[in-house]
């Protein structure tokens, strides 16, 4: 089977994903990669909770003339694994997992470069230890990377949540680790890469549990390094800068001043005084992190001088720059960004760029924000364009009915478009986006059809509730979407009978009003549903934004929403699968059930959303539904492993009928999925039980079995058929398994000149392409969906599109020759 990573015919062209929501999981590193989702590193069991650099950005200066960085990512299960980036090839390579794992989910990784080649880290976890390691890299592309465990300290019932290491001054070759938690104290221990760590002093003074530890680099004066500095950060909204400095050979020496300073830390020959050197006021809220400015200019010497400018980010929802003022030296809050709007719920981290000219926060909802200094005199801190997406499991996409653009729904609780910006001048031609967020929820979103009808956009979702809700395409959306693909006059004559500029959202999360464009005689707009009171339920008012270029999270999370115009009462549970017929004038919905009433299919009618029809066949939940080619029929897939085809007729006129044609026990497990040859009566169903089957409709009144594909690994959770010959009835079908990995077969269907299936064999199937598992998902891939395929022009070329429970959306360029 080919593989289609090594460019047999697949590319991937997109990925959407937001950040995982946890502290220390976002390390920027030296290696100035860009703002874009570039890859997936699958190795991970579980989800990955924090991430560290060798070198990262404080670190750059030693990583100039590196052909290979390093990535240590630590999970919920305890596993470390350690990662090459080969940046001339640009190919990343799984190392090694760390031999000796924690028993419980790691939380924090720090590390610090010794040498260009040497590396030591520190890792904790909630299993009350840490381990402390040393990493030699290969002098040889491709050589083994050597691990050795310098020690491993517990550090009892209160786990530590922040560590950070540093050299100490005075070239001995010790090491100093810090470490914080849930006892609101700074430990240090002491040791050395041929000596135990031991526990040397207390930093006493925060009143909450402290969340982010940085040691600087050494400060330089007379042309010594004689003193480090230490920031952390805690939940008692505070900072506190410590000052480490050696003071002297012999631990006699050491007088009562000293101690009434502060503790006194010993390593070996050599003592340091350790003092508190400022406490720093400003945020509302916890800071869970603080980062020193790595160093951008050198000494004399060719060291490197450490910038005393210090980065902090809160669930305040800011992050802060603190410099200490020339004259008084006392340090203040000399830059503030950030205060983002009311959806937004804090930062959990902020990280500098290696050249100290970028930050990068992540935050709750799983977003990232990057502000770059654009000023030249004076600083100007302007927000730039960075990579989003989904911070929970995709549950379903949908393409636009021209393939405009991808919906995409998910258990985060919103719905988000993706586009190709053409006219991007910050990236390639066909650079892709989220360019809208339709809807921001209060329940999980399980299903969503965009109608494929004439007229305005439209789309029906369904959530963790009995409802279904109708969207239509605000006037700010269209002239955005104008921008986007450069083709204004598709949209023109839609624009001009849609009055509705964009969305509120009401206070309960659930509704989304409409926003009225102004009146000509008006000064101020009509609105629906924005005369709240002043109560404490109130939520400030949306602006909706017509956008020129990519949105930035602020935009995105606020000014883009799409108004509600209907909803959808009738089910008994909660939505499960929707679909729309290729007419765009019948919409096929179905809810979660354990019982036949329960699991009948409803019938709704495109612009009356009458109840037209309720199928009944099923027993359980039905998982996917689809229309055939012509409309004529509905597939419908059920937990109950049985297929029904019911015939549909008179859908757009006055009255729709419909009779059930076939049901048959199609698998031995639950079916999750299915999909119509789009050019004819075959279909494919794939099931837990590891298998696709073809099936062919036959004198449209019964069903018979055309062959079954080979026995997959792994349970199939997602199809989509395509066709590429109308003529010999050629075909692609994309299957897509629980482990996150995604298949493309080619399909032939025997037909007599009749029409009807003929010939021995019924059909053929054969593989076309297995995705590179680098490229795919790395969990369950729940639904897969080729862009346009019936308006396509180039014949070779076609776009897939998957989502998958790894929180990701995925677009892919399949090549055919």
Request: hydrophobic share 40%.
């Amino acid at each position: 089977m080919s593989n289609g990573g090594g460019g047999v015919g697949v590319k991937r062209v997109f990925i959407g994903a937001g950040c995982n929501r946890i502290v220390n999981n976002v390390s920027w590193g030296a290696s100035d990669l860009t703002a874009q989702i570039l890859t997936t590193l699958p190795g991970h069991k579980a989800s990955v909770n924090c991430t560290q650099w060798l070198p990262n950005a404080k670190f750059a200066f030693k990583a100039k003339h590196l052909e290979r960085h390093y990535l240590l990512s630590g999970d919920a299960d305890g596993t470390i694994i350690l990662w090459e980036l080969s940046l001339l090839e640009g190919k990343w390579r799984n190392v090694s997992q760390v031999p000796e794992s924690h028993k419980k989910g790691v939380t924090c990784i720090a590390g610090i470069m010794v040498s260009e080649s040497e590396s030591v880290f520190a890792s904790t976890s909630s299993d009350g230890t840490v381990h402390i390691w040393e990493v030699t890299f290969p002098a040889n592309i491709g050589g083994d990377c050597k691990l050795l465990c310098l020690d491993s300290l517990s550090v009892g019932s209160k786990p530590m949540v922040a560590l950070s290491l540093a050299e100490l001054p005075g070239n001995n070759g010790r090491i100093v680790l810090a470490m914080g938690g849930l006892d609101n104290k700074i430990h240090l221990y002491c040791g050395g890469r041929s000596e135990k760590f031991v526990h040397a002093c207390e930093l006493k003074g925060h009143t909450d549990w402290i969340r982010c530890l940085d040691f600087s680099l050494p400060l330089y004066s007379n042309g010594k390094t004689e003193t480090i500095l230490l920031v952390s950060s805690s939940q008692d909204k505070g900072i506190r800068i410590w000052k480490i400095v050696l003071i002297g050979e012999k631990k006699e020496e050491i007088s009562l001043a000293s101690y009434i300073k502060g503790p006194v830390l010993v390593a070996g020959t050599l003592s340091y005084q350790v003092s508190l050197e400022s406490l720093l006021i400003g945020h509302e809220d916890w800071v869970y992190s603080v980062e020193w400015q790595p160093p951008s200019a050198s000494q004399d010497g060719g060291a490197y001088c450490q910038p005393q400018s210090i980065l902090s980010a809160s669930m305040d929802k800011t992050m802060m720059i603190w410099q200490p003022e020339r004259t008084s030296g006392i340090w203040m809050n000399v830059v503030t960004v950030g205060e983002l709007s009311h959806c937004a719920l804090g930062f959990y981290g902020g990280h500098w760029s290696s050249n100290g000219d970028s930050i990068l926060a992540h935050g709750y909802g799983g977003s990232f924000h990057l502000w770059r200094n654009v000023g030249v005199d004076l600083d100007n801190w302007q927000p730039q364009k960075v990579p989003s997406g989904h911070f929970a499991a995709v549950s379903d996409i949908s393409w636009a009915r021209n393939g405009e653009y991808l919906l995409s729904v998910s258990h985060d609780q919103t719905t988000r478009i993706y586009a190709p910006w053409k006219n991007d001048a910050s990236s390639d031609s066909d650079g892709w986006h989220e360019i809208a967020r339709p809807q921001v929820h209060g329940h999980d979103i399980n299903c969503v059809t965009i109608i494929r009808g004439k007229g305005n956009h439209r789309f029906v979702c369904g959530a963790d509730e009995k409802v279904a809700r109708v969207f239509e395409a605000p006037l700010s959306f269209l002239k955005t979407l104008g921008h986007a693909i450069s083709q204004h006059s598709i949209f023109e004559d839609i624009q001009t009978g849609v009055q509705v500029l964009g969305a509120n959202m009401s206070a309960l999360g659930l509704s989304q009003k409409p926003i009225y464009a102004q009146n000509e005689n008006d000064n101020t707009s009509s609105r629906v549903g924005s005369e709240n009171i002043d109560t404490l339920e109130t939520i400030p008012d949306a602006v909706p934004v017509v956008l020129t270029e990519p949105p930035i999270e602020d935009q995105l999370a606020w000014h883009t929403l799409w108004p509600e115009s209907h909803k959808l009462y009738g089910h008994g549970n909660e939505l499960f699968s929707l679909c729309c017929n290729h007419e765009g004038n019948l919409v096929a919905s179905s809810c979660k059930a354990q019982s036949a009433t329960v699991a009948e299919i409803w019938l709704w009618e495109v612009g009356s959303w009458k109840a037209v029809g309720r199928l009944q066949s099923h027993s359980l939940t039905v998982t996917q539904m689809e229309f055939s080619h012509d409309d004529k029929f509905l597939l419908t897939i059920s937990r109950d492993r049985q297929f029904s085809v019911f015939a549909i007729k008179g859908a757009g006129t006055e009255e729709i009928s419909h009779q059930l044609v076939a049901r048959q026990e199609a698998h031995k497990r639950i079916i999750w999925a299915c999909s119509w040859n789009p050019y004819g009566y075959e279909f494919a169903t794939g099931s837990r039980d590891k298998t696709v089957k073809i099936w062919g409709l036959e004198n449209q009144s019964s069903v018979k079995l055309l062959i079954t594909l080979p026995p997959f690994k792994s349970s199939v959770t997602a199809l989509s058929w395509v066709g590429l010959d109308k003529n010999r009835n050629n075909g692609l079908l994309a299957v897509g398994l629980e482990n996150g990995l995604i298949e493309l077969w080619s399909l032939s269907i025997n037909r007599t000149n009749d029409g009807a299936i003929g010939g021995a064999p019924a059909a053929t199937v054969a593989p076309f392409a297995q995705l590179d598992p680098v490229m795919c998902h790395v969990s369950t891939v729940n639904r897969l969906a080729w862009r346009n395929p019936e308006k396509r022009d180039d014949e070779c070329s076609l776009q897939l599109a998957s989502c998958g429970a790894d929180h990701c959306v995925r677009l892919f360029d399949v090549k055919v020759t």
